[in-house]
Nanobody, 121 residues
């Protein structure tokens, strides 16, 4: 069994910062891509940022230059540092990871439970 546990969401004023964390645990052989998605009310879930095991990063245009994704391979943890937050960043943020559970298994997608980020004065 694999679990992704997120933390770090909350309420912040415009221009403020938050740091999200997501730790993967359980039966894990390797993790390829780890990423963050978000879903605002009434909208589809969209990619915010992702990082490969080799450190290649990808960002949505709306957050590039304000958000930074990083990971600690030894801890199976991915982080999202969010600076210069705007009201339009308000959403539930979900952690995602492509995880191989054994040396012979294909990668499968796993999701965290989501953490609320609210940017409001």
């Amino acid at each position: 069994q694999v679990q992704l546990v997120e933390s770090g969401g909350g309420l912040v004023q415009p221009g403020g910062s938050l740091r999200l964390s997501c730790a993967a645990s359980g039966s894990i052989f390797s993790i390829n891509v780890m990423g963050w998605y978000r879903q605002a009310p009434g909208k589809q879930r969209v990619l915010v940022a992702a990082i490969t095991s080799g450190g290649v990063r990808n960002y949505a245009d709306s957050v590039r230059g304000r958000f930074t994704i990083s990971r600690d391979g030894a801890k199976n943890t991915v982080y999202l540092q969010m600076n210069s937050l705007k009201p339009e960043d308000t959403a539930v943020y979900y952690c995602n990871a492509a995880i191989r559970r054994t040396v012979v298994s294909d990668p499968a997608d796993y999701w965290g439970q989501g953490t609320q980020v609210t940017v409001s004065a």
